[in-house]
């Protein structure tokens, strides 16, 4: 099994080398930047399980490369850390889903402990993700059944501005070009479609894609991955969202009907 990979991020050569010798006794693989867009550019190269991230940096800052950072690997742990600390920039990071927001100087076992944690979140997030995939596959054939069985059916179709859905064949097409699209990310848009202009809460969108309840910390976990994976099929800029939009507090919206 391979060991967790790590990013350090700090403008500060003796800060890098203080995390990074914290860090070491622990068995992870270590690399290191020196800014932001050293960051953004191995981030965009490597697959990193966790990045320790310094907040204030020229010309490019943490919260930026927090908000780059998720196009590149939604699933990356983030731990903010920095000398200088404000309630607007905790809050920033935190809505950013980084996983901490630590205050330096940090004690070193502080800083493992923290790390570790962040790590088996990660582990658990990824073995949902793949419960998630087992389960998309199985309903693939159910459904691959249920096409052998069931009489044929006029085909229902479903415009949203670029966006046609033929329900009847579990197709999708966005400006003319077929998205290949998983059973439950197909459940979700379809989901989105019917509901807009209202927003869907995740809880509304597990009921409705998946067909069971789930408290909505969960919901979020499960539906935040298939929306990330939505949004890389269908945006023109997935940092930057135009047809399916967060509403704070709400959830989910498709906002097809309204994008020129």
């Not at 204030?56 to 998720?70: A, C, F, N, T, Y």
């Not at 379809?190 to 998946?210: D, E, G, I, K, S």
């Amino acid at each position: 099994m391979n060991k967790p990979h790590i990013l350090i991020v700090d403008d500060e050569a003796n800060i890098r080398l203080v995390l990074e010798r914290t860090l070491s006794h622990e068995g992870y693989r270590l690399d290191t930047a020196a800014n932001g867009a050293e960051a953004l550019q191995k981030i965009a190269k490597t697959d990193y399980d966790l990045m320790v991230l310094d907040l204030h940096m020229e010309p490019i800052d943490g919260l930026q490369v927090l908000k780059d950072s998720r196009v590149q690997n939604s699933d990356m742990m983030i731990i903010i850390l920095t000398a200088y600390s404000s309630v607007d920039s905790a809050i920033t990071a935190l809505r950013g889903e980084a996983f901490d927001y630590l205050l330096k100087p940090v004690e070193p076992q502080a800083l493992r402990q923290r790390v570790a944690e962040g790590l088996a979140k990660l582990a658990y997030q990824r073995q949902q993700h793949q419960l998630m995939g087992q389960i998309d596959t199985l309903r693939d054939t159910l459904n691959q059944l249920d096409t052998c069985t069931i009489p044929h059916q006029a085909t229902r179709q479903l415009t949203s501005g670029k966006l046609v859905i033929d329900c009847r064949q579990r197709q999708a097409n966005f400006a003319q070009q077929s998205l290949k699209l998983t059973t439950t990310e197909f459940d979700i848009l379809l989901c989105l479609v019917n509901t807009a202009p209202n927003p869907v809460t995740p809880r509304q969108l597990v009921n409705c894609a998946l067909g069971y309840d789930s408290d909505e910390v969960k919901a979020r976990e499960i539906v935040k991955w298939h929306i990330h994976q939505l949004r890389r099929k269908i945006e023109p800029d997935a940092a930057h969202p135009r047809y399916i939009k967060n509403i704070r507090y709400k959830g989910y919206l498709w906002a097809g009907d309204i994008v020129e």
